[in-house]
């Protein structure tokens, strides 16, 4: 990996929740998604001692871009957003019924201190706000 890549996900959690319900009320399939209690698999580092299996703590619905070389965050964030700006009404009755925490997390890998644009445009703000949503940043610095 030579240049600077943004990976944007939205995820839905909860301690448990239907997440199969939670795909068809909102017609969109997700990229990922984990049930608590599901086993943690880990890739095998030679260099780390594992301590035995890890279990997922919560329920997850989540639905993501996949690593993308970019000079600014907003063409991945949109990329997730366009899939679900016209569905407020769905995913705050969502949260609701199940108690849910919603969470956009934008993950950077910066390369030779190459770092994109990060700024929130007041579209995507007005729409985390609307459904009470909460923004992270992971930001990983490699050279």
């Known amino acids: 990996m030579d240049k600077t890549n943004v990976k944007v996900y939205f995820s839905a959690a ?5 997440i199969d319900d939670f795909t068809e009320t909102l017609g969109i399939q997700p990229t990922r998604t984990y049930k608590k209690g599901d086993a943690i698999i880990r ?15 919560h329920s997850c619905w989540e639905l993501g ?43 950077i890998q910066v390369e030779n201190n190459e770092t994109p644009a990060m700024y929130l445009e007041s579209k ?4 985390a706000s609307s459904i009470d949503a909460e923004v992270d940043f992971d930001l990983y610095i490699y050279s």
């Open 14 to 18: 909860a301690d448990e929740f239907p």
């Open 43 to 57: 890739p095998h580092n030679p260099n780390v001692i594992s301590t035995g299996v890890h279990h997922r703590l």
């Open 65 to 107: 871009t996949e690593y993308e070389e970019s000079c600014d965050i907003n063409d991945q964030l949109y990329k997730i957003l366009n899939y679900m700006e016209d569905k407020i009404g769905k995913l705050t009755q969502l949260k609701r019924e199940y108690d849910l925490i919603y969470n956009f997390i934008i993950v």
């Open 124 to 127: 995507f703000i007005n729409f």
